[in-house]
């Protein structure tokens, strides 16, 4: 058989039969399991297993393989139950800190868990503890979750024992009110108890009359002796007799304690203790010595010991931890919402900066385009006089006359713009327009310089220029270099024609444009 299946057996007969269920898991070891789920699920199931059948391990040597593997990768059922039987392990070891500390852990997985009867399990165990330690004030809230998580998973035994529990932590904590109703809901389900769960129901009531002196105690003690007269030796008898001994019915109490020694053989501290008290009643003082020095001779040194456990501020403990967690968690957010504010304010100032950097940039080219403007209309100015002066002449052809007459119309809408400040931009696009058409441009040029400088033209020509390549030196010589000359005519790879022109002109080793400037102040 496949041990996935085993398991799954093992589990289905856990809860009705966990003694069946204990056997199929022993045909199983440990070592041979294949992976680590299966060891996991192994173990927790062995430890439910041994608990159910009331084998009380001391030893965590499955329920530490259990509890590594589920808090990795279990779910919060898993989870939940790893911790609550590794608790047990150490509550039977002596170790209740310890196993506090687990059901601690265990119950920060209720809210996600779905098994309300491992849940209920789990507040019926820190009851235990707190009922170990005599801390009955904290015991009440386990014991209340506990009857709770047991009705909810529809279990009604459970529910019933645990509120059964609940009303002697009551009893014992002189919590009187919520004691008489913790009966009424008891009494709900008196058709459903079994003789023990109903006798613990009667002792405590009974405990109860005997603390408020009750007038109902008398019905109530002959209501639980009727109940049990087929069944008296599970009669608890030191309660009889301690009661009887509150009605001051010396003679049936001391019935009663003979009635415990014919049951009992084995005696509880508190039989001494009340028995002290019945024959102290009865004034037979040399019994009642006797019985008391029996109850302080048998008065568990490890029971002193438990009042001094830290145990029972383990919760507190466990609370002041989370809190200092807390505020430590606290503190790293604030410390992460300083370092972002920081970052914030280091990148908004690289971004102010940044924006003021290209502000400045701006503001740079914009003086630039400013000074190269100024100069422009300086330029245009000069060029206007020039051409005005050339337009007087009587010797210009048609075509020539037009030609300036057209870029002086151009110049002058530049210069009055730039003077008024209207139209700047439509007049500089007009010049650039006007500049950007090459052929028109290197033209107009040389037809300018034909009347201005005519035997300068004259030379060009006969050193066998091109009208394109007069019209260049022409630009050379109204104080543009090759790059200029090269971007006003969007002209690539300049160099190359201003190369054919030095040849024909026959240019060294100066500049063409010192060349051409020397030549033009010589022939005019």
């Not at 809210?111 to 235990?128: Q, V």
Request: contains cysteine.
């Amino acid at each position: 058989m496949q041990t996935d299946i085993i398991l799954d057996k093992a589990a289905e007969l856990m809860e009705m039969n966990p003694d069946s269920s204990l056997s199929i898991l022993n045909t199983l070891k440990l070592d041979s399991l294949p992976t680590n789920e299966e060891k996991a699920r192994y173990a927790l199931l062995k430890s439910m297993a041994l608990d159910k059948n009331y084998i009380d391990v001391t030893s965590d040597s499955l329920t530490s393989i259990a509890l590594a593997y589920y808090v990795k990768y279990g779910t919060p059922d898993e989870i939940l139950k790893a911790y609550y039987y590794h608790g047990k392990i150490n509550a039977y070891a002596g170790n209740y800190e310890e196993a506090m500390n687990n059901y601690i852990k265990a119950e920060k997985y209720v809210d996600n868990s779905c098994d309300n009867l491992a849940i209920g399990r789990l507040y019926n165990a820190k009851m235990n503890i707190y009922k170990s330690i005599y801390d009955l004030d904290k015991a009440i809230t386990p014991a209340e979750l506990s009857s709770y998580f047991y009705l909810q998973a529809k279990d009604t035994i459970r529910y019933i024992t645990a509120l059964n529990s609940l009303s002697s932590i009551l009893l014992a904590a002189n919590n009187f009110d919520s004691l008489e109703k913790n009966f009424n809901r008891i009494k709900i389900f008196e058709d459903k108890m079994s003789l023990s769960q109903k006798n613990v129901y009667f002792v405590n009531k009974i405990n109860y009359g005997i603390a408020i002196k009750d007038s109902m105690l008398t019905k109530n003690l002959f209501e639980y002796r009727y109940a049990f007269k087929e069944n008296e030796k599970m009669i608890n008898w030191v309660v009889l007799a301690r009661a009887y001994n509150e009605l001051g019915e010396n003679i049936e109490a001391v019935k009663a304690l003979e009635e415990y020694n014919k049951y009992n053989k084995i005696y509880e501290d508190i039989y001494y203790y009340y028995a002290s008290e019945v024959y102290n009643s009865i004034e037979d003082y040399e019994k009642a010595y006797k019985y008391l020095k029996h109850y302080q001779n048998n008065l568990s040194k490890e029971n002193l010991k438990l009042f001094k456990s830290d145990t029972k501020f383990l919760e507190e403990k466990y609370h002041f931890e989370n809190e200092r967690l807390k505020q430590k968690y606290v503190i790293i957010v604030l410390g992460l919402v300083v370092i972002i504010i920081i970052i914030l304010f280091i990148l908004v100032s690289f971004f102010i900066k940044n924006i003021l950097n290209q502000r400045n940039l701006k503001l740079k080219e914009l003086k630039e385009q400013e000074l190269k403007l100024k100069n422009e209309y300086e330029k245009a100015i000069i060029e206007k006089n020039k051409l005005r002066s050339l337009l007087s002449s009587s010797k210009l052809t048609k075509d020539t006359r037009a030609v300036i007459e057209e870029r002086m119309e151009i110049l002058n809408s530049f210069i009055v713009s730039g003077i008024s400040g209207v139209n700047m931009e439509k007049s500089l696009l007009q010049l650039k327009n006007y500049l950007n058409d090459s052929e028109k441009f290197i033209y107009s040029t040389k037809m300018s310089f034909e009347v201005t400088h005519p035997k300068f033209i004259a030379y060009l020509l006969k050193s066998g220029l091109s009208e394109w390549e007069i019209g260049c030196c022409c630009l050379y010589c109204v104080g543009l270099n090759g790059s200029e000359i090269s971007t006003f005519l969007n002209i690539k790879y300049f160099y190359k024609r201003s190369s054919i022109i030095r040849k024909k002109l026959n240019v060294q080793s100066i500049n063409i444009d010192t060349f051409l400037l020397n030549k033009l102040q010589e022939l005019s």
